[in-house]
């Protein structure tokens, strides 16, 4: 059972669907933050996976399956992809045929895809927001598992997640409080920040008041 839910926890392909629906309903159904981060986060990812490629070739670090024997679980081919949830999964253990069959191991992709995710949530649904990070530690642990990362691939991964996120994230609110301050005033009025609500800008535009003054 466990094989089957690290199996299908890590394979992107059965979850994109529902998170392309999610992205769809909220640009549609969302209000201003919803839609927001919707936009930001696509873009985001947009640009950490080529960053992601880019860096793999880099290290060009040896995955685990690659260099050892390790205990690996494939899911069976379905059609839908979601139908192999209900299938057993295969258990075998890595040879000379799995050498050259995936790329390098440093930065998991999985891994940067989800801290961004949950760090972006964090930022947007300070309250609830969080919670996503289970699933992000939860993807990260699948990798391992299933013996395509070392647990420090994982590990450093996370933190070069997180930095991306706030990277861009800052990007994306210079880039709004300039252009939209001078392209879309009356907008601009009621959402002067992507991610930060009223009392929060409030208490922002306060401290930058206060330290310009000084």
């Avoid at 995936?102 to 309250?127: D, E, K």
């Amino acid at each position: 059972m466990l094989d089957l839910f690290m199996a299908g926890l890590s394979n992107s392909e059965i979850w994109k669907p529902l998170f392309v629906g999610i992205a769809i309903a909220t640009i549609i159904f969302g209000r201003f933050k919803a839609r927001a981060l919707i936009l930001c986060l696509l873009i985001a990812l947009a640009i950490a996976n080529p960053l992601t490629g880019v860096l793999k070739t880099a290290f060009g670090r040896h995955r685990p399956k690659q260099v050892e024997t390790v205990r690996m679980v494939e899911l069976q081919r379905t059609h839908p992809v979601f139908l192999t949830l209900f299938k057993r999964p295969t258990v075998r253990y890595s040879d000379q045929t799995d050498r050259n069959r995936s790329g390098p191991s440093f930065p998991s992709g999985h891994t940067v895809n989800n801290s961004i995710i949950a760090t972006y949530l964090s930022l947007f649904y300070r309250r609830r927001g969080w919670l996503y990070w289970f699933v992000a530690v939860a993807v990260g642990y699948s990798r391992i598992y299933l013996g395509a990362h070392w647990p420090s691939d994982v590990a450093a991964t996370f933190f070069l997640g997180i930095g991306e996120a706030l990277l861009s994230l800052g990007l994306f609110e210079f880039i709004w409080r300039t252009a939209a301050r001078k392209w879309m005033p009356d907008l601009f009025a009621h959402h002067p920040s992507l991610f930060l609500d009223e009392a929060s800008h409030c208490d922002f535009s306060r401290a930058e008041e206060v330290r310009h003054a000084k």
